[in-house]
């Protein structure tokens, strides 16, 4: 009976899926509100076992890593314009400035604020810094060759395709100090350094463009009837997705960088095949069903209790990471970029929490001990129940604003500025 119950449950999920973006396109409102909602209200009525992530540590990390991988396989296959500096000089200021700063922030804020040990402090910063691209998907840029990449939306595609892998560095260091035991640093940094943070990052962008420009070949540039486009299947671009992570998981580099760039390169390899959007359309498809499956479940955790025993002075602290330290985070980031402030607050606003968030706190409380890790999962628990409610909810009315307001100054301004950025990358 039990089976059978779930059997039918699963096939509504999946009905659900297909049929709430559609309704709730002109609302107010996200499938992701929709999704922990219903979790919420199953597994309360139902007195369904808790399915916390400390109860389930491996299966946590796993479900969220390939979430997370299918979202960035996504994310790149979305992006029509070619990687350049000048092209994505928001995108390297977003991670090379607002980044960091709001790792920062976030730590000392744990540090001085919530009262963790730094691994914990540390951990926390790395984990709610980077823009989800699983949560994002609302306000990333349309599928291949739509045209909808304005720079708001390119911006915050490209950089929740880049920020995951490159948090990742500082989620080790978290876990080494971690591991310190009153040995001394020196050892670590230099092992950071070189390893976490050198090494890590080059194979992941390298064995990721290789992937991506071999495998472009073999769907694109292979002669006669053996290119993989011909056969018109989507489920390719899962393939490329699995091979780009495992071959650079076994390099000993960050499979998230290596997935995301080996999208761009497949992009790369030919720009205009329709054959993009089939393996996109598989990608979205498949990323919307786990998603919705993982965040039933974890608004089953906070049926059980997940974020019950958090002060209000954790609820303030919270509310801060969210609603102050990365749009304060991302203005800074964008200083002195011709944009308009209103802009530029979205791009910082719409920073999203989400399966990102719970992948690195789950990949770390699996790697070493850390004092607090109730405490972490309630935080985090919360922030990214937050960002579901407050960015779901505004995400339509804010950017339908700033599509009017745009269209009113001038018709075609991102067109305009994508023209001379071109030009000056050529």
């Given at each position: 009976?039990?089976?059978t119950?779930?059997?039918?449950?699963?096939?509504?999920?999946?009905?659900?899926?297909?049929?709430?973006?559609?309704?709730?396109?002109?609302?107010?409102?996200?499938l992701?509100?929709?999704?922990?909602?219903?979790g919420?209200?199953?597994?309360?009525?139902l007195?369904?076992?808790?399915?916390?992530?400390?109860?389930?540590?491996?299966a946590?990390?796993?479900?969220?890593?390939?979430?997370?991988?299918?979202s960035?396989?996504?994310?790149?296959?979305?992006?029509?314009?070619?990687?350049?500096?000048?092209?994505?000089?928001?995108?390297?200021?977003?991670?090379?400035?607002?980044?960091?700063?709001?790792i920062?922030?976030?730590?000392?804020?744990g540090?001085?604020?919530?009262?963790?040990?730094?691994?914990?402090?540390?951990?926390?910063?790395?984990?709610?810094?980077p823009?989800?691209?699983?949560?994002?998907?609302?306000i990333?840029?349309?599928?291949?060759?739509?045209?909808?990449?304005?720079?708001i939306?390119?911006?915050?595609?490209?950089e929740?395709?880049?920020?995951?892998?490159?948090?990742?560095p500082?989620?080790?260091?978290?876990?080494?100090?971690?591991?310190?035991?009153?040995?001394?640093?020196?050892?670590?940094l230099?092992?950071?350094?070189?390893?976490?943070?050198?090494?890590?990052?080059?194979?992941?962008?390298?064995?990721?463009?290789?992937?991506?420009?071999?495998?472009g070949?073999?769907?694109?540039?292979?002669?006669?009837?053996?290119n993989?486009?011909?056969?018109?299947?989507?489920?390719?671009?899962l393939?490329?997705?699995?091979?780009?992570?495992?071959l650079?998981?076994?390099?000993?580099?960050?499979?998230?960088?290596?997935?995301?760039?080996?999208?761009?390169?497949?992009?790369?390899?030919?720009?205009?095949?329709e054959?993009?959007?089939?393996?996109?359309?598989f990608?979205?498809?498949?990323?919307?069903?786990?998603?919705?499956?993982?965040?039933?479940?974890?608004?089953?955790?906070?049926?059980h209790?997940?974020?019950?025993?958090l002060?209000?002075?954790?609820?303030?602290?919270?509310?801060?990471?969210?609603?102050?330290?990365r749009?304060?985070?991302?203005?800074i980031?964008?200083?002195?970029?011709?944009?308009?402030?209103?802009?530029?607050?979205?791009?910082?606003?719409f920073?999203?929490?989400?399966?990102?968030?719970?992948?690195?706190?789950?990949?770390?409380?699996?790697?070493?001990?850390?004092?607090?890790?109730?405490?972490?999962?309630?935080?985090?628990g919360?922030?990214?129940?937050?960002?579901?409610?407050?960015?779901?909810?505004?995400?339509?009315?804010?950017?339908?604003r700033?599509?009017?307001r745009?269209?009113?100054?001038?018709?075609?301004?991102?067109?305009?500025?994508?023209?001379?950025m071109?030009?000056?990358?050529?």
């Amino acid at each position: 009976m039990s089976y059978t119950v779930m059997m039918v449950g699963v096939g509504f999920l999946i009905l659900l899926v297909a049929w709430l973006p559609m309704v709730l396109k002109e609302l107010p409102l996200s499938l992701p509100i929709i999704c922990v909602g219903l979790g919420f209200a199953v597994f309360g009525a139902l007195e369904l076992e808790n399915p916390e992530p400390l109860a389930f540590p491996e299966a946590t990390e796993r479900l969220t890593e390939l979430i997370v991988i299918i979202s960035l396989m996504g994310a790149g296959l979305k992006l029509d314009r070619r990687i350049g500096w000048r092209r994505w000089i928001i995108t390297w200021r977003l991670l090379g400035i607002t980044m960091p700063l709001s790792i920062l922030m976030i730590a000392l804020i744990g540090w001085y604020w919530l009262d963790f040990p730094l691994p914990a402090s540390i951990l926390l910063g790395a984990a709610l810094a980077p823009t989800d691209p699983v949560l994002a998907s609302d306000i990333q840029v349309g599928p291949p060759q739509s045209g909808e990449e304005d720079e708001i939306r390119f911006s915050l595609t490209s950089e929740a395709g880049l920020n995951d892998g490159l948090a990742f560095p500082f989620v080790h260091l978290a876990i080494g100090v971690a591991l310190l035991n009153g040995n001394p640093p020196w050892d670590l940094l230099e092992h950071w350094v070189l390893l976490d943070v050198v090494w890590k990052l080059a194979a992941g962008v390298g064995v990721g463009w290789l992937v991506g420009r071999l495998l472009g070949y073999v769907t694109f540039r292979v002669p006669n009837r053996a290119n993989l486009s011909r056969t018109g299947d989507g489920f390719v671009s899962l393939g490329i997705t699995m091979v780009a992570y495992g071959l650079t998981e076994l390099a000993s580099g960050y499979g998230f960088v290596a997935v995301f760039v080996a999208a761009l390169a497949l992009r790369d390899a030919e720009r205009n095949s329709e054959y993009h959007e089939r393996l996109h359309d598989f990608v979205e498809q498949t990323e919307r069903l786990m998603m919705m499956v993982m965040l039933v479940l974890f608004g089953g955790t906070l049926a059980h209790g997940l974020i019950d025993a958090l002060s209000w002075s954790a609820v303030g602290a919270a509310a801060a990471i969210l609603l102050l330290v990365r749009p304060v985070a991302g203005v800074i980031g964008l200083t002195g970029v011709a944009m308009p402030l209103g802009e530029k607050l979205a791009i910082g606003f719409f920073g999203i929490r989400g399966m990102g968030s719970i992948y690195y706190i789950a990949y770390a409380l699996n790697a070493a001990e850390f004092d607090v890790p109730n405490a972490l999962w309630a935080v985090a628990g919360l922030i990214v129940l937050l960002s579901i409610l407050v960015h779901g909810t505004t995400v339509t009315p804010i950017m339908r604003r700033i599509d009017r307001r745009r269209q009113v100054v001038d018709p075609l301004p991102d067109a305009s500025i994508h023209r001379r950025m071109e030009k000056a990358d050529v």
